[in-house]
Structures are given as structure tokens and as C-alpha cells.
């Protein structure tokens, strides 16, 4: 535990000042109950190292910039660039700003995400370059890979022939859409063109056939989600990642952290 504390107490110092003096003693319990439950230490240093470094010396400069100290700091900057070189092609953090996800991922959680995993699982969480506009990130849920054929029923995903075991899912409307909840069908609002392609080009025998070098993605809050349903489909040349944990969560509505929710990880597939 000494040694988790001593790295803890290096992590701490990527926050600014007034963060570390404000939350330094809730984060500390949040990261002991996370190594005491967690399988493996969390990477939350991985994500951090960068503006420690960065934070650290800009609060110590001025007493310790001497000439020896400056070459020091030479090599350190240096590893550090090298170092955030190597570290962007892996993860990167990402926040959540719409309750599309709930009750998975709510507003304000912040993601480490990893950016090798780009080869997703049915039912993985998994980040990706929004395709009518790649400046956009967004997260949703695998329903169908290349190949799979989808449909829903009265908001019951059916694939392959087969129920979706979802507990992960929530539904905000009591009603149901004779579109999103009975798909694929016609649709009662305008679609972008690829969601009208998918419609005319990939239903066989009532269902939707992923295509080669696609995925068919859905929120978790299926009533309030922009997916597949809306946009077609996500190339997977648009993937990014997966989400490994949330790193921090802040409830902007009303203005605290959630601390339950720091340090979290991200479930598997399926879960």
C-alpha cells in the first residue's frame, strides 16, 4: 500500500493546485478503493504522467531553474515529448456530453480510451469517428458485425435469429416508435442518405445484413439514442477504441464529482 500511495501522490500532482488542495483527500480514498477491487493496477498513470511533468515544474520553476536543474529538465522535456508521442498512439481521454449511453455511461464522465483495441467484439462498447461528420466522437454499443443480420421487435433486438440478452439497456419512452422500435421499417421522420441506402440496399428476409467492413451500433438508452437506426452504418475504419475506465465523472448540473463513478472500469461484451 506505501507503494500505491507513492504513486498516487505522483499522480495527484497533474491537477492543478487548487484541484489537488480541493479533492486530494477524496481522490486518494477513490484510487485505494479501486486498486484494493481492481484485478490490475488502473493505467490512470499512463493518461496523467504528461501533465504531471507539465503541472510540477511550472509550480517549482522559479526556486529551482539553476543550470544543472535546466539540463535536467532538458532531458526530461525530451523524454516527455517522446513519451506523449508513444502514449497518443494508445489512449486518449474523451468525455461524455449526451445521456445516449445511460445507464452505462452518463453526462460528464471522462474516458481513457484505448486506441489499439480496434477490432470490436459483439456488444463492446467502442469509440468512433461519427460518419456524417468525423470531427464528431462518438460511443455506442456493437449490436451486428460484418455479416450479422438484425432486427428489432417491440424494442427487442433479435440477430442471427436469436434474443439479445441486454441488461444494460434503458428505455426513457413508454411509447414505442413504429420505426427504431420495429426495425428496419419505413421511417416517419427524414433520414440522412446512408441510413436510406442501408434501408434499400441491405434488408433480406425483414432483417438488416451488416456489410463487409461495417458495424451496426445502438446506445444503451434506446429511446434517446442517435445510432445506426438514424445514420446507418459505422465503417470500421471510423473506429478508434474502446473505453478501458472512467477516469473522473462531474456532474455539471449539480456541480459536484462523482466520486462512485471515479476510476470506474468499463464493462466487457455483453455486459
Known sequence: ?????????????AY???????FGREMRQVFRTRCRTAPRLPPVLISTICDLIATSFKERSDAMMTPRFARRLAYIATAAVLFL???ATVVRAYVI????MEPTLVPGDHLIV????????????VVFRYPLNPSQIFIKRVIGLPGDHIRIVNKHVIRNGRELREDYIKFAASTTDSYRDNFPGTPGYPLPAPALEMLANDVRQGAIVVPTGAL????????????SRDFGFVPLSNVLGRPLFVYWSYDASARHTRWDRTLM??????N
Do not use: E, I
Open 97 to 100: 456530453p449526451t445521456p445516449s
Open 114 to 125: 484505448d486506441r489499439l483495441a480496434r477490432t470490436p467484439q459483439s456488444q463492446q462498447l
Open 85 to 87: 508521442a508513444a502514449s
Open 216 to 227: 451496426f451500433v445502438m446506445g444503451d438508452n434506446r429511446d434517446l439514442s442517435l445510432d
Open 265 to 270: 472500469p468499463m464493462p466487457g461484451p455483453g
Open 1 to 13: 500500500m506505501k507503494l500505491l500511495d507513492w504513486l498516487y501522490s505522483l499522480a495527484l500532482h
Open 16 to 22: 492543478p493546485r487548487n484541484f489537488r488542495t480541493r
